[in-house]
Every structure is written in structure tokens, then in C-alpha cells.
């Protein structure tokens, strides 16, 4: 299994940019297809983005299509989220989890990292 911590958030002005960071240790982070969930308080995890493990194909939520892009360096186990014209609806814990397919984008691992939080002001 991959360990994964997330990083990156912060609090940002509506129309802002950040970056997230997924690293992962252990050898196989190439092996998988990774995703970005985000999870608002009081709800369940919901699917924001996904890359194939070719670094190639994407998917992405209809919510943050055109705005977000998801993007990986399997040279050094990491992934990245790109979020640009940000909006006070974005804000939520983020995490990083392998998916099982970028089109089904079902997490694989149990454990999840420790998310990071993302606050967008009007």
C-alpha cells in the first residue's frame, strides 16, 4: 500500500489560485491511477479529479472542469492539483487517494491522508 499526504491548501480570495500537492512513498505509486476527492463539512467525500497512471487521460468533475488540472510526476511520486478561478463553493478538505479506474474513480486505499484544507472568501 501507498502512504499519501496531501498538502497545499490554504485560504485564498475568490477568483485566486493554489496548488495541492499528493506525495506518496512506497515504490508502486506508478503502478496506480490517482484521484483528488474533497470532502465539505457535514458530507461524504465526493470526486473531483483523476489522472491514469500514464500521466496522460483525465477526468474531472463537472463542478471544476475548465478551472482545475490534475497533473502527476511518477519521477517523484507525486501528484498535483491545479486550481485556478477559485469560489467560495470549493472550499472543503482535499485528499488523494488511488482510484480503481480514472472513468469509475472508486478509491482504492482504506487509510486516507490528512487532507488539506482549502477556504475560498467571497
Known amino acids: 500500500q501507498v502512504q499519501l499526504v496531501e498538502s497545499g491548501g490554504g485560504l485564498v480570495q475568490a477568483g485566486g489560485s493554489l496548488r495541492l500537492s499528493c506525495a506518496a512513498s512506497?515504490?508502486?505509486?506508478?503502478?496506480?491511477?490517482m484521484g483528488w476527492f474533497r470532502r465539505f463539512p457535514g458530507k461524504e467525500r465526493e470526486f473531483v479529479a483523476a489522472?491514469?497512471?500514464?500521466?496522460?487521460?483525465?477526468n474531472y468533475a463537472d463542478s471544476v472542469k475548465g478551472r482545475f488540472t490534475i497533473s502527476r510526476d511518477n519521477a517523484k511520486n507525486t501528484m498535483y492539483l491545479q486550481m485556478n478561478s477559485l469560489k467560495p463553493e470549493d472550499t472543503a478538505v482535499y485528499y488523494c487517494?488511488?482510484?480503481?479506474?480514472?472513468?469509475?474513480?472508486?478509491?482504492?486505499?482504506?487509510?486516507w491522508g490528512p487532507g488539506t484544507q482549502v477556504t475560498v472568501s467571497s
Open positions: 489522472i491514469h497512471r500514464n500521466g496522460v487521460s483525465t
Open positions: 512506497g515504490r508502486t505509486f506508478s503502478g496506480y491511477s
Open positions: 487517494n488511488a482510484v480503481n479506474s480514472i472513468s469509475l474513480s472508486n478509491p482504492i486505499f482504506d487509510s
